[in-house]
């Protein structure tokens, strides 16, 4: 059984192609990792999938029904919206709640879940992520760690079929990353499926199933993530993964010939 | 010779002006509050650009900050009258038109009528910079768990937006405290009204005058105390005592 499909999708702003036919399925119990360089449309796919971008052609399958891009209703757009839920790379919090209020909008405003119970479960899911003694700061007074493990627990109140994280690390401190990745291994047992993109090449491997690289807005190739990291099939990945790894093993060195 | 200032007198009226203050009051905080209601309508129309009705809200504020508001009022009020009268009589209501008399309606209303749409004419700027300030990502991230626009606005734009128009909110209310003294003008019976009567009556302007300005600077200060207050907590439980 699948969570969500993707079929024939296509994304271009203007006469600028960035996406084009992305066929894609996330089945039950798996975790998708999305690498590839710069620009080549990571971040589209993924608001694709969750209408934050309209798509321009192509459906979406998720919670039994098709989304198709060219009639999508907004209707249609909440159903598929409440089948999935997104971590932000700037993390988005809600600056006029707290951490708890953050948690709970979705169950009270969305699954019209009764305020008490509601509170009860963000607190039991904040107490998950490790952040049960900020329920009640805002979001100004954390950390950027302490931000994004919110942002998480908002996603995963919904019980989303399948959780959406857009490079949930890249705008935190390097000391700070270690503490999200963990909190991401952590729920990513508690999560139907989910689909990240990421920079993290050594999380990718540890945490992802499967590995689908894109470049220039079209899927390279989609392997198993063994395979990918030992014997990639297409030249690009191995051109993308040796620039990756020269960059991880000899940081300074780049930076040095950027220098010049 | 010049008579010397009368302090006794215009303490006495000065009190006798004070009594006045709940109808000032009254009349501004009422005509804010539908300014507020008004500019947020307006604000709205602008930023979904509405068909036809952005046209109308462009005219519309350009005509508010383009005129003065005395001429506003007396637009209001021998033009409102006029315009039911017309209408009624256009559609062959004459029962209706004769048992609402627009004659007896009391001026205030007129005054009020007036002021909320000057303000909300001028609040709606303020307010659709206050709205699209708000940063994009949190509205993304409210989508995308499934709220509806509507809900989006009410839980997390307008709160803060509240939060950044307050001073400019408190600015206007003190504004709108001082145009009500124009209310006068169509005969309501305001601080300024009060004012214009006692002077009308005792000939000694001058005292009357100060007596006035004395009341008006008092509430005006006041207010400024209250809005500070009100800010400094709001900024309080926002960012708790971090700060
Ligand atoms: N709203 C937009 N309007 C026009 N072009 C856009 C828009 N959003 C993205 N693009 C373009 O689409 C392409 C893909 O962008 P996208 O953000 O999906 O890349 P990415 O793979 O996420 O990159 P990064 O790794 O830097 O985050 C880029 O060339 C970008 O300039
Ligand atoms: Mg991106």
């Known amino acids: 059984m699948f969570m969500i499909r993707l079929a024939g999708i296509g994304k271009s702003f203007g006469d600028k192609e960035v996406l084009r036919d992305i066929n894609l399925t996330v089945d039950t119990g798996k975790i998708f990792a999305v690498l590839g360089p710069s620009g080549s449309g990571k971040s589209t796919l993924l608001r694709c999938i969750n209408f934050l971008e309209r798509p321009t052609c192509g459906a979406v399958e998720s919670g039994g029904r098709t989304i198709d891009a060219k009639t999508a209703t907004s209707r249609d757009i909440i159903f598929l919206r409440n089948q999935t839920a997104m971590v932000f790379q700037q993390f988005n919090l809600f600056q006029n709640l707290t951490v708890t209020g953050n948690v709970m909008l979705g169950l009270t405003d969305v699954k019209r879940m009764d305020r008490r119970e509601a509170r009860a479960v963000s607190l039991q899911i904040l107490d998950r992520v490790g952040l049960s003694d900020k329920a009640n700061s805002y979001p100004s007074q954390l950390s950027g760690g302490q931000q994004q493990r919110v942002g998480i627990a908002r996603a995963l109140a919904m019980k989303p079929d399948v959780l959406l994280l857009d490079e949930p690390t890249s705008a935190l401190d390097p000391e700070l990353i270690e503490d999200v990745l963990q909190c991401i291994i952590k729920v990513a047992e508690d999560v139907n499926a989910m689909i990240i993109v990421t920079h993290e090449l050594g999380f990718a491997k540890i945490l992802a199933d499967t590995i689908v690289f894109i470049d220039n807005g079209v899927i390279v190739e989609q392997t198993d993530t063994t395979q990918f990291f030992q014997n990639p099939s297409t030249e690009r990945a191995r051109d993308f993964l040796k620039n990756s790894l020269r960059r991880y093993l000899n940081p300074s060195e780049t930076l040095l010939q950027q220098a010049i | ?243």
């Open chain 2, 1 to 243: 010779m010049q008579k010397e200032l009368d302090w006794a007198f215009l303490w006495k009226n000065l009190i006798q002006i004070g009594t006045k203050i709940p109808t000032t009051m009254y009349l501004a905080l009422l005509a804010t509050f539908l300014g507020v209601l008004l500019g947020l309508f307006i604000a709205l129309v602008k930023i979904y650009k509405v068909p036809v009705l952005r046209w109308i809200a462009t005219a519309y504020v350009s005509f508010i900050r383009g005129t003065p508001v005395l001429v506003q009022l007396y637009l209001v009020y021998y033009g409102m009258p006029w315009a039911f009268l017309t209408v009624t009589s256009k559609f062959g209501l004459t029962s209706l038109a004769e048992s609402f008399n627009p004659n007896n309606i009391s001026p205030a209303f007129f005054a009020l009528v007036t002021f909320t749409m000057n303000s909300g004419g001028y609040l709606s700027e303020t307010l659709r910079s206050a709205i699209e300030s708000i940063d994009r990502g949190q509205i993304e991230a409210a989508r995308s768990i499934g709220l509806t626009e509507s809900r989006i606005m009410l839980k997390i734009v307008l709160p803060q937006v509240a939060l950044s128009a307050l001073p400019n909110l408190g600015n206007s209310l003190i504004s709108m405290v001082k145009d009500t003294s124009l209310a006068f003008s169509v005969m309501v019976i305001d601080v300024m009204g009060a004012a214009k009567l006692l002077g009308s009556k005792t000939l000694r302007y001058l005292e009357i005058y100060i007596a006035v300005s004395i009341v008006y600077w008092t509430l005006c200060i006041f207010l400024e105390c209250v809005f500070a207050v009100v800010e400094k907590k709001m900024k309080i439980t926002k960012r708790g005592l971090a700060e």
